[in-house]
C-alpha cells in the first residue's frame, strides 16, 4: 500500500466516527439501526401531533400543553423504569416498551385516518408515548455495556448520538414533508412501520437480566438516588450537565431573538432551534479521536466549558450566519461531553445500577431543559435577552470551575481505571 493511501486511512480512522462496534457485535447493530430508523419516525410524529394539536385549536398554549403532558411520565416513568430494568430481563422491558410505543403511534394514524379530531386524545396519545419511551429507555441504554467490550463504548456512544441526531434533523423535516403531501396519518403510519426495525433487533436479543441480584431487597429508585450521592464522580458528571442546560440553554428566547437579532420570524427561529442539532450530529460523525482519550472527567468539563463560552459568544453577536455557528459549536461540545458522560455512567457503575443511573439520566435531560427554559425566560425578562443568553453562559463556566476546585479528582478520572 503507498505511504500516502495508509496515511489518509489514518486520518480518516482519527477524523471519522470509529465503526468497529457496528462490524464486531452484530447485536448492537441491529440494535442501533432500529434504534436511528425509530428515532426518525418518533420525531416525525411529533412533528405531526404538534401540527395536529395547532391545526385542531389554532392555540400556541394549547400546543405548547403537548410538552407538559410528555414532560409528567417521563420525569415520573424514567425514574421507574430505571429500577424496573436493574430487576428484570431487559430485553424483555424493551420490547414491552417498543411494542407500546408502535401501538400509540398506530392509534395516532387510526385517529388521523378517521378524523376524529379530538385534542384530548392526543394528549393521552402523547403521555402514553412518553410513558412507554421512559419506562423502556433505561433497560436500551444499560444494555450496550452487554454487547461491546468497555474499550468500544466510547465509540459505541458516539454511534448513538449520530443514531438521535439523524432522528431530530431528519425526522421533522421528513415529517413536514409528510404531512403536507399526505397528511397527519402518513406521518403515525411511517413512526410505526419503522418500530419494526427496533422490535426485530430487540427479539434477536439474548436475555439481558442484571448479572447481579439485590438479594431479597426489591430495587428502588431510592437506592439509586442515595447511590449516586455517594459516588463524587458520577455525581459531578451529572451536576455539569445541569448546569450547562439550566444556565446554558437559551431556546425559550429564539422567538424574541429572531425579531431583535436578526429581523427574522418563524424561519429564523427554525435555524436557531436546527443549529445546535447539527452542531451535534457533526459532533457524533467526527468522533474518530474519542477512543484515545481517557481522561473523561477532564474531557466533561472541557467540553461543558466549551458549550457556555459558545453560548455566551451567541449572546453577543447579531450576524445570523456567525450565530448559527455559535450555536452549532454549543452543540458540537454538548454531544463530546454526552458520549463521556454515557460512558463514564456505563463503566464506573455496577451493572446492577445501571438502570436506575439511566433513568435519573432521563430526569435530568427531560427536566433540565425546562428548568432553563425558565431561568433564561425569567432573566430576559427582568433584564435584556442579551444580558440572559451571555449572563447564562458564563455561568455555565463558573460552575464548571467550581466544580473543577471542589472535585480536583474527576479532572483526574481515567477510564482505564473507573471508580464511580
Not at 457485535?25 to 432500529?34: A, I, M, T, V
Not at 428566547?253 to 431583535?260: E, K
Not at 466533561?300 to 463560552?309: C, I, R
Not at 445570523?320 to 450555536?327: Q, W
Request: net charge positive; with cysteine; proline share 6%.
Amino acid at each position: 500500500m503507498p505511504p500516502t493511501t495508509s496515511r489518509l486511512r489514518r486520518l480518516t480512522r482519527a477524523a471519522f466516527a470509529d465503526l468497529t462496534p457496528l462490524r464486531s457485535s452484530p447485536d448492537y447493530r441491529r440494535l442501533w439501526f432500529g434504534q436511528s430508523v425509530s428515532a426518525i419516525g418518533q420525531q416525525m410524529t411529533a412533528v405531526a401531533v404538534s401540527v395536529q394539536v395547532y391545526d385542531l385549536t389554532r392555540s400556541p398554549f394549547a400546543t405548547g400543553l403537548v410538552g407538559l403532558f410528555s414532560l409528567v411520565p417521563l420525569v415520573t416513568f424514567g425514574l421507574y423504569g430505571g429500577a424496573i430494568a436493574d430487576r428484570v430481563d431487559r430485553r424483555r422491558l424493551g420490547l414491552i416498551g417498543s411494542g407500546g410505543l408502535a401501538a400509540v403511534s398506530a392509534l395516532l394514524a387510526v385517529q388521523a385516518l378517521l378524523h376524529l379530531g379530538t385534542v384530548t386524545l392526543l394528549y393521552a396519545a402523547v403521555a402514553l408515548q412518553a410513558g412507554f419511551f421512559a419506562l423502556s429507555s433505561p433497560a436500551r441504554s444499560s444494555m450496550i455495556p452487554r454487547l461491546v467490550p468497555r474499550e468500544q463504548l466510547p465509540a459505541a456512544n458516539a454511534l448513538n448520538t449520530i443514531g438521535m441526531n439523524l432522528g431530530q434533523t431528519v425526522g421533522p423535516m421528513l415529517g413536514g414533508v409528510a404531512i403536507a403531501a399526505y397528511g397527519f396519518q402518513s406521518a403515525y403510519l411511517i413512526d410505526t412501520l419503522a418500530f419494526t426495525a427496533t422490535l426485530y433487533a430487540m427479539w434477536r436479543l439474548p436475555a439481558m437480566r442484571p448479572l447481579a441480584t439485590v438479594g431479597a431487597k426489591r430495587a428502588s429508585v431510592l437506592d439509586g438516588l442515595r447511590f449516586l450521592r455517594e459516588q463524587p464522580n458520577l455525581r459531578t458528571s451529572f451536576l455539569a450537565d445541569l448546569a450547562a442546560m439550566i444556565f446554558g440553554l437559551p431556546r425559550a428566547l429564539f422567538p424574541a431573538i429572531a425579531v431583535a437579532y436578526y429581523g427574522g420570524g418563524p424561519g429564523t427561529v427554525g435555524l436557531l432551534v436546527a443549529a445546535p442539532a447539527v452542531g451535534a450530529l457533526a459532533g457524533g460523525l467526527f468522533s474518530g479521536w474519542i477512543g484515545r482519550i481517557h481522561r473523561h472527567g477532564l474531557a466533561v468539563l472541557a467540553s461543558v466549558a466549551a458549550w457556555g463560552l459558545a453560548i455566551a459568544a451567541f449572546g453577543l453577536v447579531h450576524n445570523l450566519p456567525l450565530g448559527l455557528l455559535l450555536l452549532a459549536a454549543a452543540g458540537c461540545a454538548d454531544t463530546v461531553s454526552m458520549i463521556f458522560r454515557n460512558t463514564m455512567m456505563q463503566v464506573a457503575a455496577p451493572d446492577e445500577m445501571r438502570g436506575r443511573l439511566q433513568g435519573i439520566f432521563i430526569v435530568v435531560v427531560a427536566g433540565g431543559p425546562r428548568l432553563g427554559d425558565f431561568e433564561s425566560g425569567t432573566v430576559a425578562a427582568l433584564t435584556t435577552p442579551t444580558l440572559s443568553i451571555v449572563t447564562g453562559g458564563l455561568a455555565c463556566l463558573a460552575a464548571v470551575l467550581l466544580l473543577a476546585a471542589r472535585r480536583p479528582a474527576f479532572l483526574h478520572y481515567d477510564a482505564r481505571r473507573p471508580t464511580p
